[in-house]
């Protein structure tokens, strides 16, 4: 009976082991091939997968490399149109007036509008707006409108700025000295005080070489001093008017005080441009003295030479008339024989 049991459980277990294995064929065969409908092999469901995968990350790494690209293309554009509006917008530039005489500051963006100032050739604005063929400048204190093409602009302006800008130095010591070569132990050739402001010819490495007058600079360390740059302006209606009656009461200044025979016409050395720092036009002034005052001396010193020279004569000539006047006796040329003999100064007889 167990020997009956033993056999029948064997064909059990090697049935089933049997059919296993069929079943494990079966799904490797589908895993490997499936037949559809047409007749077709198609992949299996992992290879399938895998390659959708593989796929879908080619079209994503495409994408990501189109979207750079489109990114990078538009940023590039940005920029070029960014450079661009930069290059023709003049807002905030420096601008330099180009023309024969003047150029009239308009209070609107138009020839019919009434003017406000002048702008003078090689002077500069800052260009605060643009309507058109016209800009919106600040020169000075002249504010206004001015037509475009009248104006240098980009390299050319920056030219033009090299050519006409003027330094100044202002001291900010109570007292520098100003020594003859750019060195600490230079000899002091003049000492500066504070605010005193000098026209600076060059600044190089610690130094500002200044001009003192007459031919004569100086060197003074640039950490006691400013060194700021002005460029020529222009002037407002009333500014021009103030000017001009400067100029023509020093003119008439002139010719009250030098005397008639001495006189020469004088022709103002003011710019036709109210943009002089105010040493300019101090030092301007004081030679215009000092050269008033050495010609009105000078003048003054030869009218009296010549006027003593005069007197002097006179009173010699009346002198000697006077003594021989006295020394010269009265004779009666009918009642005696004497005649006075002046080149003896004696009596004698005919």
């Given at each position: 009976m167990k020997k009956k049991m033993i056999g029948l459980m064997a064909c059990?277990?090697?049935?089933?082991?049997?059919?296993?294995?069929?079943?494990?064929?079966?799904?490797?065969?589908?895993?490997?091939?499936?037949?559809?409908?047409?007749?077709?092999?198609?992949?299996?469901?992992?290879?399938?997968?895998?390659?959708?995968?593989e796929k879908g990350t080619e079209v994503v790494e495409e994408t990501e490399q189109e979207t750079k690209?489109?990114?990078?293309?538009?940023?590039?554009?940005?920029?070029?149109?960014?450079?661009?509006?930069?290059?023709?917008?003049?807002?905030?530039?420096?601008?330099?007036?180009?023309?024969?005489?003047?150029?009239?500051?308009?209070?609107?963006?138009?020839?019919?509008?009434?003017?406000?100032?002048?702008?003078?050739?090689?002077?500069?604005?800052?260009?605060?707006?643009?309507?058109?063929?016209?800009?919106?400048?600040?020169?000075?204190?002249?504010?206004?409108?001015?037509?475009?093409?009248?104006?240098?602009?980009?390299?050319?302006?920056?030219?033009?700025?090299?050519?006409?800008?003027?330094?100044?130095?202002?001291?900010?010591?109570?007292?520098?000295?100003?020594?003859?070569?750019?060195?600490?132990?230079?000899?002091?050739?003049?000492?500066?005080y504070k605010d005193e402001e000098f026209e600076a010819v060059s600044y190089e490495d610690d130094w500002i070489q200044v001009y003192l007058g007459d031919d004569v600079y100086g060197y003074v360390n640039a950490y006691y001093a400013g060194y700021d740059t002005y460029y020529p302006e222009a002037?407002?209606?009333?500014?021009?008017?103030?000017?001009?009656?400067?100029?023509?009461?020093?003119?008439?200044?002139?010719?009250?005080?030098?005397?008639?025979e001495t006189y020469t016409s004088y022709t103002s050395d003011t710019s036709s441009y109210s943009g002089q720092s105010s040493w300019t036009a101090e030092t301007q002034a004081q030679t215009q003295a000092q050269t008033q005052a050495q010609t009105q001396a000078q003048t003054q010193a030869q009218t009296q030479a010549q006027t003593q020279a005069q007197t002097q004569a006179q009173t010699q000539e009346q002198t000697q008339a006077q003594t021989q006047a006295q020394t010269s006796p009265s004779v009666d040329d009918e009642d005696s024989d004497m005649y006075y003999d002046a080149d003896s100064g004696e009596m004698k007889k005919f």
């Open positions: 059990f277990l090697a049935a089933g082991i049997l059919t296993a294995g069929q079943a494990v064929c079966s799904v490797s065969a589908e895993e490997k091939n499936v037949a559809t409908a047409d007749g077709e092999t198609e992949a299996p469901a992992e290879m399938k997968q895998e390659a959708e995968t690209a489109a990114k990078k293309k538009k940023k590039k554009k940005k920029k070029a149109q960014t450079e661009s509006a930069t290059e023709q917008s003049l807002v905030g530039q420096l601008v330099f007036a180009q023309c024969e005489e003047h150029i009239n500051i308009r209070k609107g963006p138009g020839t019919d509008s009434e003017p406000v100032g002048k702008i003078y050739d090689d002077c500069a604005a800052t260009v605060l707006g643009e309507d058109g063929e016209w800009l919106e400048i600040q020169s000075g204190n002249a504010v206004g409108f001015v037509k475009s093409e009248y104006f240098a602009t980009g390299e050319e302006a920056q030219a033009i700025a090299e050519e006409v800008a003027y330094h100044v130095a202002t001291i900010y010591a109570e007292e520098l000295n100003i020594r003859a070569l750019p060195e600490d132990d230079a000899e002091v050739i003049a000492v500066a002037e407002t209606l009333e500014e021009e008017q103030a000017r001009l009656d400067a100029e023509n009461a020093e003119e008439e200044y002139v010719q009250e005080s030098l005397p008639e």
